[in-house]
């Protein structure tokens, strides 16, 4: 069996990602999480997985946990997220540093062959160009969630250089699926027009963005790892189709036939990016099928029983 750490296991992307693992019978996945964002109903109760409660930002904590497993693979995901929350807190964003070192210094120490980071489509800040591409788009932004997005993809890089531990880094966009929480902008969403309550929109809701359904993200990981793509390199995940967040409210309402009324609300005041669209060449190589349109995504929410977990 192919050992695999994922950090954040609790979460909406590490849990599906444990999901995907576990569907193709040779892995044994160990998840930890600290559980500030995560939650316990969302890890799998497959006989080769196992969930840890751990805080990888305590050494103590992982420490113990990869000298004992003896990792092959480690995918680094826990952090602290969401725009509302990464910006009220930023001390607390900033000591994901801490984890990042660990989970380096320890898969050097702990013969890991290759560490997946999760980085994030935020680092690119307010866009230069679109689509935003891994190689030609300068990381800009200043928030302190996307410097240590930053901060993380030179530890991982020096990491490699200096000790030769391979990496892959991952910016992801915005990705949706049945077990995301409604903290983020489609479970909320939908999650309100069930409901038939106010759909709540920043500003006048001509920011775009683009949503890539977690099957896709899985997919593309999984292959990326099974078959040795993009190492020691970077690569978006995230789908290339721009929608206005008022066209994503309207889409919604019409699919679950909802009576919601959109509220527009003053415009958040830092950390609403007006445009955002990965350059997904990279990504739609390695597929090599179609990506999953919003209106099919959406409708397997509505479909799932696992719902906003």
Same mark, same amino acid.
């Given at each position: 069996?192919?050992? #695999?750490?994922?950090?954040? *296991?609790?979460? @909406?992307?590490? !849990?599906?990602?444990?999901?995907?693992? +576990?569907?193709?019978?040779?892995?044994?996945?160990?998840?930890?999480?600290?559980?500030?964002?995560?939650?316990?109903?969302?890890?799998?109760?497959?006989?080769?997985?196992?969930?840890?409660?751990?805080?990888?930002?305590?050494?103590?904590?992982?420490?113990?946990?990869?000298?004992?497993?003896?990792?092959?693979?480690?995918?680094?995901?826990?952090?602290?997220?969401?725009?509302?929350?990464?910006?009220?807190?930023?001390?607390?964003?900033?000591?994901?540093?801490?984890?990042?070192?660990n989970i380096l210094s320890l898969s050097k120490n702990t013969g890991v062959k290759r560490v997946f980071f999760s980085s994030s489509s935020e680092v690119y800040g307010e866009p230069v160009e679109l689509p935003q591409h891994e190689e030609t788009t300068p990381l800009?932004?200043?928030?302190?969630?996307? #410097?240590?997005?930053?901060? *993380?993809?030179? @530890?991982?890089? !020096?990491?490699?250089?200096?000790?030769? +531990?391979?990496?892959?880094?991952?910016?992801?966009?915005?990705?949706?699926?049945?077990?995301?929480?409604?903290?983020?902008?489609?479970?909320?969403?939908?999650?309100?027009?069930?409901?038939?309550?106010?759909?709540?929109?920043?500003?006048?809701?001509?920011?775009?963005?683009?949503?890539?359904?977690?099957?896709?993200?899985?997919?593309?990981?999984?292959?990326?790892?099974?078959?040795?793509?993009?190492?020691?390199?970077?690569?978006?995940?995230?789908?290339?189709?721009?929608?206005?967040i008022l066209q994503l409210a309207q889409l919604i309402v019409g699919l679950t036939n909802s009576k919601s009324k959109i509220d527009f609300v003053?415009?958040?005041?830092?950390?609403?990016?007006?445009?955002?669209?990965?350059?997904?060449?990279?990504?739609?190589?390695?597929?090599?099928?179609?990506?999953?349109?919003?209106?099919?995504?959406?409708?397997?929410?509505?479909?799932?029983?696992?719902?906003?977990?």
């Amino acid at each position: 069996m192919i050992k #695999v750490l994922i950090t954040g *296991g609790a979460g @909406f992307i590490g !849990s599906s990602l444990a999901d995907k693992l +576990l569907q193709q019978g040779n892995y044994y996945v160990v998840s930890v999480d600290n559980l500030l964002t995560g939650n316990i109903l969302k890890v799998s109760s497959h006989p080769s997985c196992k969930f840890i409660k751990c805080d990888v930002n305590n050494y103590n904590d992982i420490s113990a946990i990869m000298t004992s497993f003896q990792f092959d693979y480690v995918f680094h995901y826990a952090a602290v997220v969401g725009v509302k929350r990464t910006i009220e807190n930023p001390i607390m964003v900033l000591e994901d540093l801490d984890g990042i070192k660990n989970i380096l210094s320890l898969s050097k120490n702990t013969g890991v062959k290759r560490v997946f980071f999760s980085s994030s489509s935020e680092v690119y800040g307010e866009p230069v160009e679109l689509p935003q591409h891994e190689e030609t788009t300068p990381l800009n932004s200043r928030l302190p969630y996307a #410097v240590v997005k930053n901060v *993380g993809e030179a @530890f991982c890089r !020096s990491y490699e250089k200096e000790f030769g +531990l391979s990496f892959t880094i991952f910016r992801f966009f915005n990705t949706y699926g049945p077990k995301q929480s409604t903290d983020f902008v489609i479970s909320k969403f939908i999650s309100a027009a069930l409901k038939n309550d106010p759909i709540t929109i920043y500003g006048t809701g001509s920011q775009t963005r683009t949503f890539c359904y977690i099957e896709d993200n899985t997919d593309c990981v999984l292959k990326i790892l099974e078959r040795n793509h993009e190492v020691n390199d970077v690569i978006n995940i995230g789908n290339d189709l721009n929608y206005t967040i008022l066209q994503l409210a309207q889409l919604i309402v019409g699919l679950t036939n909802s009576k919601s009324k959109i509220d527009f609300v003053s415009p958040l005041k830092e950390g609403d990016m007006t445009r955002r669209q990965p350059d997904a060449s990279k990504m739609k190589a390695i597929l090599n099928r179609e990506l999953i349109s919003l209106d099919d995504g959406i409708q397997r929410i509505l479909k799932s029983e696992m719902m906003f977990l």
